[in-house]
């Protein structure tokens, strides 16, 4: 049984409706056709070095760094809303207006933007002077699904030098076409060289398939 469950790029159907079916007559059980397109989806999500499949609960921190020069900073003159105006308030109170507006998370759609789904669960921001806070998420921006960026409102007490912890989900809701092709390629390669490395006996190259899995993925990497 493989390590985990992923979401799957491609389902079992998919896989065998066309020309790959033979490769995995010997998959009978349901737990072993899961486990192949399991390692399938994450040795696609390897190589793009990315997560493709939908996924919850994922776990990011970043250490929140620079001043944007055509921000404003300290908002001095910019009308605040009252959580705007108490979190400048503490801004000065403890030393500091240079503060943070802007995050960005790891895991984005590279493409068809269209089809990926954000789910945003908390942002906590730890200050490195100390104390924590749970940022309220209807005051933050985002995130985009074309570059995974959030953005701060004023106010929001985030100085340089904080660490921010993201808890969220994504990935594509609907799974692009050539996503789906890559995860077939993938798993029919896995089946091909346990079957045949050799790929004389079966009529299927499983080097020949893994390359293909690479040229479709080539637009979904880093």
């Known amino acids: 049984m493989v390590a985990d ?7 079992w159907a998919q896989l065998t409706e066309g ?3 033979d490769l995995v007559r010997s998959y009978p059980s349901g737990q072993a056709q899961a ?4 390692e399938a989806t994450r040795l696609c999500e390897d190589i793009a070095d990315r997560r493709l499949a939908p996924f919850t609960g994922l776990i990011e921190t970043e250490r929140s760094t620079g001043i944007d020069p055509d921000e404003y900073i300290d908002a001095g ?7 705007g105006t108490l979190g400048r308030s503490y801004a000065y109170a403890m030393g500091t207006t240079s503060l943070v507006r802007h995050g960005w998370l790891q895991q984005w759609a590279p493409k068809y933007q269209d089809l990926w789904t954000y789910s945003l669960q908390s942002i906590t921001i730890h200050r ?3 104390g924590d806070q749970v940022v309220n998420l209807s005051t933050v ?3 985009d699904a074309d570059t995974g960026h959030l953005w701060y409102n004023i106010g929001t007490f985030l100085p340089i030098g904080s660490l921010v912890t993201y808890v969220y989900g994504g990935g594509y809701s609907t799974m692009p076409a050539s996503l789906v092709r890559a995860g077939k390629w993938m798993a029919g390669s896995i089946a091909a060289r346990e079957l045949d490395p050799t790929g004389q006996q079966h009529g299927h ?15 979904y990497g880093r």
């Open 205 to 219: 190259d499983p080097h020949a398939l893994l390359d293909w899995a690479h040229e479709a993925l080539a637009e």
């Open 35 to 38: 486990d192949l397109l399991a």
């Open 128 to 130: 490195s002077y100390g």
């Open 19 to 21: 020309p790959l079916g």
């Open 5 to 11: 469950a992923p979401a799957l790029l491609c389902t």
């Open 77 to 83: 003159n910019v009308p605040l809303d009252l959580a």
């Open 141 to 143: 921006r985002g995130p």
